[in-house]
């Protein structure tokens, strides 16, 4: 390998934990704390004590459901990654603040470490999509749930992210937005190939709950749809726009690019292989666009995501 003093060769970014570059501050903003609220009621979470949060990771979704329990529930926090599974010490504090008591435990969502009927409440906020068997997963959910508990899933739809217009995309041509949406298929095809998951899980969430033998199915959508405006000033504002620019960035893009490449040799297809390789080698043009519209106050989204909540009762 050879360096210049233009072009130092950088070291590969130090191994993250699973999803660990999703979890920026703009996390903090997914919901609307009173949607949050009217879905505490349909559930009826009030009335329930103990919560398994599988797939925990730094556990921003057990936070939001063990705030509308009842005072002094449990939860505990699952994870299959030895650094979401070891936890630290800030996030039980957060979980005092609302009376509500954690522990951590490592576990693979496929086969739960718990017996049958173990909890009130089984949960998970975008875990499926990255399983290889999310069915198995779901119904050891089912299991550990108690009669009369519920199991509830939160999981998105990617593929929309792809035909929803903002100031990036609006003016493309036809042949552009097909390829946007043709890169997104891929990686959709490609991930599950790979048997890393499916992005868009929760289009199927609902049937996957039926075929986990729940007869009581609900569906839901998230109501959260703020939009991102100039000034960009606020601080969900200035979250969310410093995740969609970091997703072009060099660090971020290289990162999710390997990935995206990974599932794309799944496919064992040389045209799709090309086609990504072609859509990858744009992303500076794209940051680019992205920054001259930000720093000229011309950058708009209307904050949207289709991200779904299903739930049954035991
Ligand atoms: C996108 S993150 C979601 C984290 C958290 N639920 C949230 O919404 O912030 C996916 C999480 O699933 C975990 N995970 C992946 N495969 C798993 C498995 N087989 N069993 C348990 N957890 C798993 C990852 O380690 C990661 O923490």
């Not at 939860?75 to 299959?80: G, S, T």
Request: proline share 6%; hydrophobic share 40%; aromatic share 8%.
């Amino acid at each position: 390998m050879q360096t210049t003093a233009a072009h130092p060769i950088q070291p590969p970014p130090a191994p993250l934990a699973h999803s660990e570059e999703h979890f920026g501050a703009h996390r903090d903003y997914w919901w609307n704390p009173d949607f949050l609220d009217l879905m505490a009621q349909r559930w009826q979470l009030s009335g329930y004590r103990q919560l398994l949060d599988v797939g925990c990771g730094r556990c921003h979704w057990s936070l939001q459901l063990a705030q509308r329990m009842a005072a002094g529930t449990h939860v505990v926090a699952m994870d299959y990654d030895p650094k979401w599974a070891a936890g630290d010490a800030g996030i039980p504090a957060a979980f005092a603040t609302h009376g509500a008591t954690l522990e951590f435990r490592q576990g693979d969502a496929h086969r739960l470490p718990y017996a049958d009927d173990s909890f009130d409440v089984v949960s998970c906020q975008t875990v499926l999509m990255h399983l290889a068997d999310p069915l198995a997963a779901l119904k050891e959910m089912r299991r550990v749930v108690r009669p009369g508990g519920i199991v509830i899933c939160v999981e998105p739809c990617n593929l929309a992210q792809a035909a929803i217009a903002n100031s990036l995309n609006a003016e493309n041509s036809v042949d552009e937005l097909c390829d946007a949406f043709r890169y997104a298929l891929l990686c959709e095809r490609g991930k599950q190939a790979a048997g890393e998951g499916v992005l868009s899980l929760g289009d199927r969430l609902p049937q996957l709950f039926r075929l986990a033998g729940f007869d009581n199915v609900v569906g839901h959508l998230s109501d959260k749809a703020r939009p991102n405006l100039p000034p960009y000033a606020d601080r969900e504002t200035q979250a969310k726009l410093a995740e969609r620019l970091s997703m072009q960035e060099e660090a971020r893009g290289a990162l999710w690019e390997g990935q995206v490449n990974r599932w794309i040799a799944a496919l064992a297809d040389p045209q799709a292989q090309a086609f990504v390789a072609r859509y990858h080698a744009r992303r500076p043009a794209r940051l680019q666009q992205m920054t001259e519209q930000l720093a000229a106050g011309a950058y708009w989204d209307s904050g949207s995501a289709l991200s779904y909540l299903v739930s049954a009762k035991k």
